[in-house]
Structure formats: C-alpha cells, structure tokens
C-alpha cells in the first residue's frame, strides 16, 4: 500500500497543505514504482507525485498545441482529392531526374 502527498498549487508544492492519500495497487506494479523511484533517488511519493505533475504538464501542453492549430488559419478540408494532390505533388518533388 502506497501512501502520501503534498498539496499542488499550480505546479508548487505547499507543504503546509499536505493530503493523505491511500491506494491499494498490485504487488507488481508496487514493486515496479519502488524500483523507479529508488533509481532517481526519490520517495515513492516523490516519483508518484511527479509522474502526475507530468502528466498535467503534458496535458497543458497538448491543449495549447491544439488550440495552436485550432487558431493558425482557414481550415482546409483533408478529403480525398486534397490527399491525392499531395501524393501527386510529393511523387514529383522525389522523381529522378535522368541528369547524371
């Protein structure tokens, strides 16, 4: 059984906010995250609680990639002819020339 955990507040820990949490994982999986966090030096908790901030990071990032694309131009509509062309026009650019 794993236990811990510190109070995140955008990204920083307050340790004068620390939650207890309690989750029940199978022996395998425990033994593993043990392995990984003793490898990198770290409390269970610690590793734990950095695979989550991670994970919102990666989170954040991917939302703000999106909104990128969402916010770059005018939409095209990717049916098959705009795949044709773009197969067409990629065979050309990589065509041997016959100059040697």
């Known amino acids: 059984m794993l236990r811990g955990g510190f109070m995140h507040t ?3 820990v307050d340790p004068t906010k620390v939650l ?3 989750i029940a994982v199978h022996p395998d999986l425990e033994a593993r995250l043990r ?6 030096g770290l409390t269970v908790e610690a ?5 989550a901030r991670d994970d919102q990071q990666a ?7 999106a909104l990128e694309g969402l916010n770059s131009g005018e939409s095209i509509e ?15 650019r990589h065509r ?5």
Do not use: C
Request: glycine share 4%.
């Open 96 to 100: 041997p020339t016959g100059a040697r």
């Open 10 to 12: 955008k990204g920083r």
């Open 20 to 22: 207890s949490m309690s």
């Open 59 to 65: 989170e954040e990032e991917l939302e703000a990639l």
């Open 47 to 51: 590793y734990i609680e950095r695979i």
């Open 78 to 92: 990717a049916d098959e002819k705009y795949w044709e062309e773009k197969r067409r026009r990629l065979m050309e």
């Open 35 to 40: 392995a990984r966090a003793e490898a990198e």
